[in-house]
């Protein structure tokens, strides 16, 4: 469980640097952003995508996530569905002594992320 003084995870946008402990392709893009109202959104390194998160305590889920449809390298696109594949599995998130944002599924899938800055505007 979070601590009370344990920052949330939205507002920011976060970077991925780890998707289920392979890495991720050089200079890919993959980003999150939770805006506070239950929105998620952000990159998969090919498509941006968008859907909705539930948030309570140190629990956290995803679902009705959508994107567009668009055609990138084959290793992209596999790294983007390994992502979006993970993310559907999220059920824990924590904050690490780093700063990084840990999201686990119950499946052991796993992301790591780092702020990359503020929220976008909307």
Request: glycine letters at 14%.
């Amino acid at each position: 469980m979070t601590e009370d003084a344990s920052p949330l995870p939205t507002g920011a946008v976060w970077l991925v640097e780890d998707v289920g402990g392979g890495g991720i392709i050089d200079s890919s893009h993959i980003s999150l952003f939770l805006d506070g109202k239950g929105r998620a959104s952000g990159s998969g390194g090919c498509n941006r995508y968008m859907g909705q998160y539930h948030l309570s305590g140190d629990r956290l889920s995803f679902d009705q996530i959508a994107g567009t449809k668009m055609a990138c390298a084959q290793a992209l696109m596999l790294q983007e569905q390994r992502f979006l594949k993970a993310l559907a599995e999220v059920s824990i998130w924590r904050i690490d002594p780093t700063g990084a944002l840990l999201l686990t599924g119950s499946g052991g899938a796993s992301l790591r992320l780092f702020p990359e800055g503020p929220a976008p505007r909307e």
